[in-house]
């Protein structure tokens, strides 16, 4: 028989979002355990060697924390955000059981408590916090026209740094990258100081942040600007996903030492068909096409939207089931709901409401 452990309150996925909301409800003296199913911050410890987060340090610092003042402008290494993490929990002493694959929620005792079923144990809660983002779920799209397995490829999540790519595919010379945002952007970035051909296919234009000087001066500002414009209307929605960097990018573009094509449609015979009927031959193609929500161990018990990603949620709450809260997701609570400058606010309101509804069980 497995081991059963119980909080009043257990949180799903150990990044950021879960050890903030755990750092909130501690301060309110509320019992609460976070599970995560591989390490403390794993998945930025996973990301791309060199790889930066893309917002500046004062904005991704989680509650409790202070003010970064010695590089508060600076756009953290990911891996050192990683170590940021792991520190934060450690400091905060926040109780993470780690490597605990949740896998399935059922409501028990006549809809008053949560169990959570994994492997090695189960967990019973009255409140369950999903707190596992999107990292674990990369997106790749169907291809209309099919694909027959001709040309290598994979997701941007399992690309780490050009010379391990090169240690892989010691022949690939012509890479093409799929997908227009941040991530396509920092590929070819990372990939054009090295010997590659590169190509980039997207569905619509292809359009880099303004890196000249006042484009970064816009930048600079528009953090600052942004705090105010969510203090005036903390739910305000918007169009939450950014362009790709400037910068080295947009050189690259603007030079046409990067080709750009067109939506991909298939794949035959080593050869990409795009949507404009043009086709070419590549050793290599990588997916920068985003992700799901991971939230497949709620598919039992949770009613999802029509496309099947997202669940009902209405500022953080579970639309159909009580007491079961979202954190991390996109436009859940406001447009920065999916970013780390989101989740350390959304955390600090989530664990007031969660507090607010312990009470009404209790």
Not at 106 to 131: G, H, M, P, R, Y
Not at 305 to 314: A, C, H, L, Q, R
């Amino acid at each position: 028989m497995k081991e059963k452990k119980y909080a009043d309150i257990i949180i799903v996925g150990g990044g950021p979002a879960g050890l903030a909301t755990a750092y909130c409800l501690q301060k309110l003296n509320i019992d609460c355990l976070v599970v995560e199913k591989n390490k403390v911050g794993n998945s930025w410890g996973n990301m791309p060697k060199y790889w930066r987060v893309v917002s500046p340090q004062w904005t991704n610092m989680l509650p409790g924390s202070g003010f970064p003042y010695s590089s508060p402008f600076s756009k953290p290494w990911v891996n050192s955000y990683r170590e940021y993490l792991l520190q934060y929990s450690k400091i905060n002493s926040i109780k993470v059981h780690e490597e605990i694959n949740i896998y399935n929620v059922l409501q028990i005792d006549n809809c008053k408590k949560f169990k959570l079923t994994s492997d090695d144990l189960d967990f019973e809660c009255k409140i369950i916090v999903s707190a596992t983002g999107y990292y674990s779920n990369p997106y790749i799209p169907s291809l209309p026209r099919g694909d027959d397995d001709s040309i290598r490829s994979f997701h941007v999540s399992e690309y780490f740094s050009p010379e391990r790519l090169k240690k892989l595919f010691p022949h690939c010379t012509k890479i093409l990258i799929v997908g227009r945002r941040v991530s396509a952007g920092q590929l070819l970035t990372d990939l054009s100081k090295h010997d590659f051909s590169l190509s980039i296919s997207a569905r619509g234009s292809v359009s880099p942040r303004d890196g000249s000087f006042k484009g970064k001066i816009k930048d600079f500002i528009y953090f600052p600007y942004e705090e105010l414009k969510v203090k005036l209307n903390p739910n305000i929605y918007a169009d939450s996903f950014p362009h790709m960097d400037g910068g080295k990018t947009e050189e690259l573009l603007k030079e046409k030492i990067v080709t750009v094509h067109s939506n991909i449609v298939g794949i035959r015979d080593r050869h990409v068909v795009f949507e404009d009927g043009a086709s070419d031959k590549f050793d290599l193609i990588i997916y920068a096409t985003g992700y799901k929500p991971s939230l497949a161990y709620l598919k039992d018990i949770v009613r999802f939207e029509d496309d099947g990603d997202m669940p009902i949620i209405k500022d953080m709450h579970c639309s159909d089931i009580e007491n079961i809260f979202f954190i991390g997701l996109d436009q859940i609570y406001n447009f920065r709901s999916r970013y780390l400058r989101g989740i350390r606010k959304d955390a600090v309101v989530l664990a007031n409401d969660i507090n607010v509804a312990l009470r009404k069980i209790k």
